[in-house]
């Protein structure tokens, strides 16, 4: 399955290879002025050379075998003369993070100038003062940045951090494995597909999903629902309603048909849906999770070289042939206008204005403990 | 039992004049802070790791918590090692044995696997055994299967990839031991009226008994702790030990259940090691 997986990802890196010189000629109209000035000041500022080292998710960029030649990245190397050093660093935030932790600690630098974590992630590090504040001036294109994301209550004014990605947490399921259509979360949890689904073992998709089937949204969530839903899913887990609860691992076994339904993050099901066309999304009816991984500079971290990284990412001539290709939402206002008309029409890439789908609140570090605990005690152990 | 035979060393301490006592310590020093530093320290931190909030409390949680994952650990790594045995002991009496001027081949043969990475023999049985591949074809028409039945995600896939991967561990032990047995005593065994079954019994088995015991550690003890095969065949219903551990050590806060956890994983391990040296009298070697 990784193979077809790379094949494609070379392809639409292609693809996004010859996108942005093309679009950008002809559909200028969107941008407004702002945003259009900004990047030529943005590229100006900082032809000084030097490096930016970058930790990244597998599947963030055109190219994860070869970065240097992802259309993205080298024509960022063309245009400011900054070298990229881009390295699939994160595999998950928790591990991602540990790793990492002492240096943090100790004020030490950690090797990266820009990584990734997702936001929930982002925000204990802001909050653990382990990051470099933004030289704003140095990043104009970050008015770009989409209204709904622009101000979480742990980075108020984004002068810390901006989103890279958005991510949908929905349900991908073959109809013709388990004889019929999946509409909602409940359908996924039906005792009918008893042993032939996957969920995910990140926390905040799984309790999410379970919320949102109990009628509540994960931003209004209480602790003691948090909890039901931890509980609920331990009785689904030992009536043998999921096959197997994994991280990313879950790809292989929905490319290879072994699974009949999983949930599934959007971007993947994008990328195996070239290999099985007979895989569908869904966004429950119930709704899905929104989540995003976000920009940071780790302390230490070279704030110049990454500014003008950022900054570039936030150029929508950028962005848009950037997510078109990895198949993720982008959070740059304008990135879709830079997009081919299927592009702009996915709605894996690009949900409609009204589509259901609900981030989470901040949890306190109590309340994160212990549906942390929860959840792993109902799907782990 | 004949074991004592192979050892019987003599006390060589008389020979050495008092101001060379400190010979053999520097000889053991490199070794000995390797594993002070590599074994010694991370053992305690582990230890001091998992008494941190909640205290010996952790230990207590770990059966309560994990009671159902450590008794299917261990079944799965019984099994494996069972069948290894059974499987290997032949294998390796063949080419001890029988093989010949093939005996070379058939060693490189046995270990001819290892030269691709666990992870990939690992991942190629999961093709193998995916729902629409040959194996499950075959074994549904034979009927061995039911028509929607599986072979991933069930105890025999795990347990079978464990045998396999740790099969090679097995023979090799008891191959050098059948291989040093002086074939003098298997000339004399007839000599004393001993019929080939009862030569094998009591000669050839005992004799082999350190290399069986060897191979048996070898095995069991790798798959108590292993992880990949039950992350890669294995289920929601087959998780091992090391999968609870490799998924949740690194979350802070489980880092004390998870290293009380390995310490009765390790503690089991030893116990069972001791019993079953006790059992099999192996002085040699326990």
Known sequence: MSLSRRQFIVRAGLLAGFGPGL?????????????????ADGSAASSTGGVVRIAAWPFYIENDQNPKKA????????????????????DDNVSFTAKFEGDLKAGKGIGFDVAQPTSWMASKWIANGWVEPFPVDKIPNKVNVIDSLASPAWDPDRSKSLPYSIIQTGIAYYPDKIDGEITSIKDLFNPKLKGKITILSEMRDSVGFMLLMMGVKPADAKLDEMLKACEELRKLRDAGQFRKITGNGYIEDLGAGETGAAMAWSGDVAGIQVDTPDLKWVLPSEGGILSSDTLI?????N??????????????????????????????????????PEGKANPVINPAADAALYGWRDLTDDEQNQVDEAFVAATQQ | MAFGGGGGAKPVGDGIRPS??????????????WLFVFFVIPLFELGRGSLVRGGLSNYS???????????????????ATVLAVILGYPLAYFIAMKAGRFKTLLLAAVVLPFF???????LAWKILLFGDGPVVGLLRWTGLLSRNGEVLNTHAAVIGALLYNFLPFMVLPIYVSLDKIDRRLLEAAPDLYADGRRTFFRVTLPLSLPGVFAGSLLTFIPSCGDFVNAELLGGDRQRMIGNIIEKNFLRENFRPQMSALSF???LLILGGVLLYARILGTEELA
Do not use: H
């Not at chain 1, 259309?71 to 994160?90: H, R």
């Not at chain 1, 500079?297 to 971290?301: A, L, R």
């Not at chain 1, 950022?310 to 879709?336: Q, R």
């Open chain 2, 20 to 33: 060379n006592r400190w010979v053999p310590w520097m000889l053991l020093g490199p070794g000995l802070a």
């Open chain 2, 264 to 266: 009765v994983l390790m």
């Open chain 1, 23 to 39: 679009l950008a000629a002809c559909g200028g109209d969107d941008t407004s002025p702002s945003a259009t000035d900004a990047v």
């Open chain 1, 303 to 340: 704030v110049d070289t990454a500014a003008a990284w950022i900054n570039y990412l936030y150029d929508p001539t950028v962005s848009g042939p950037l997510f078109e290709a990895i198949n993720y939402g982008s959070p740059v206002k304008g990135a879709a206008d830079s997009m081919t």
């Open chain 2, 116 to 122: 691709v990475t666990y992870l990939i023999r690992t």
């Open chain 1, 71 to 90: 259309a993205t990245i080298a024509n960022f190397i063309n245009k400011t003369g900054i070298d990229v050093d881009y390295q699939l660093a994160i």
């Open chain 1, 297 to 301: 500079i780790p302390k230490g971290g």
């Open chain 2, 61 to 79: 949680n770990v059966f309560s918590d994990n009671g159902e994952v450590i008794l299917r650990t261990f079944v799965y790594a019984f099994v």
